[in-house]
């Protein structure tokens, strides 16, 4: 078991920094490409190790970033960023080997709409937040249903990963360590390890900024703000476990109305899960 992400109120210890190291694939092109397994799960089993990965924009990788990521034997990108963002920045990892999955626009107003009408103070930025991830739920159910479906069918190894790395793909690992019975305290803290890497403010402007309106964007909010934004703190995903909670009652609730009902979820844990060894350690 992963001790190092036990904490109270769904706090990461001091050993996230550690637990981080295990999981992140060093890469020259990429901070946030890490592996979200290795954690409890359904039945006393834990999420096995290399089966799925979730990172940030695939666009800097260099010819030994391939390599080392072929090696891994991933065969699925999930690419959950709106088509600006591919065209600014197209993946340069690409194979006969590899399937890429992209998806239609799920969000009905942007990060940076939403921003418009928020105060631009830190308090400000993070109820901003807070809001817009109660919101992912909802207007990204149609991607996080195909992508939970896809893994059910056998899609893995697989990496899900967006601009940053953080709002979107960090809703999809949650429901998919939902849908294998990790508890959201754990889901929170892998979501936080976010917080520990280097997030690139390039990556997170793709993801929010429309062309254009940086400036606008950067004239309304200060640095202090716009740190807020960029942080991964568990009440950001806890936002969006609660608007579930809300609307359906459950994650179970939730994960039924995508269509990846009781069956699924026992195919994705059949597939993604594994005894613990004698120590109880999947490290």
């Known amino acids: 078991m992963d001790r190092a992400v036990r904490g109270g109120h769904g706090r990461m210890s001091a050993d996230a920094e550690t637990m981080l190291a295990q999981r992140l694939v060093a890469l020259d092109g990429s901070r946030n490409f890490r592996d979200f397994g290795g954690y409890p799960a359904a039945d006393g089993r ?13 666009s800097r990788l260099s010819a030994d970033d391939c390599r080392r990521l072929d090696d891994l034997g991933i065969r ?12 600014a920045d197209p993946t340069t990892w690409t194979g006969d080997h590899l399937e890429t999955h992209v998806f239609r626009p799920g969000h ?25 991830y109660a919101e992912l739920p909802r207007t990204m159910a149609h991607v996080f249903g195909e992508v ?39 889901i929170l803290a892998d979501y936080a390890l976010t917080g520990l890497t280097r997030l690139d403010t ?24 716009i740190a807020v934004m960029m942080a991964a703190p568990p009440a950001y995903i ?16 939730y994960l039924d109305s995508l ?8 195919k994705m844990r059949g597939a993604l899960l594994q005894e613990q060894d004698r120590e109880g350690s999947n490290s």
Do not use: W
């Open 202 to 225: 390039g990556d997170q402007a793709r993801a929010v900024l429309r062309d254009g309106s940086r400036s606008a964007f950067h004239e309304r909010f200060g640095a202090d703000a």
């Open 108 to 132: 009905k107003r942007r990060l940076i709409d939403m921003a418009m009408d928020y105060p631009p103070t830190e308090e400000g930025a993070h109820r901003l937040m807070i809001d817009f």
């Open 148 to 186: 939970l479906h896809r893994i059910a069918d056998g899609a893995v190894p697989c990496v899900i990963h967006c601009s940053a790395g953080k709002d979107r793909t960090g809703m999809a690992a949650a429901l998919v360590l939902a849908a294998l019975g990790v508890e959201r305290e754990l």
């Open 259 to 266: 269509g990846v009902d009781e069956a699924m979820r026992q």
């Open 46 to 58: 834990i999420v096995r190790r290399g089966r799925l990965f979730r990172a940030n924009r695939l």
């Open 238 to 253: 806890g936002a969006a476990l609660d608007a579930i909670d809300a609307s359906h009652g459950s994650v179970t609730g």
């Open 76 to 87: 699925t990108i999930f690419d959950l960023r709106a088509r600006h963002e591919r065209e």
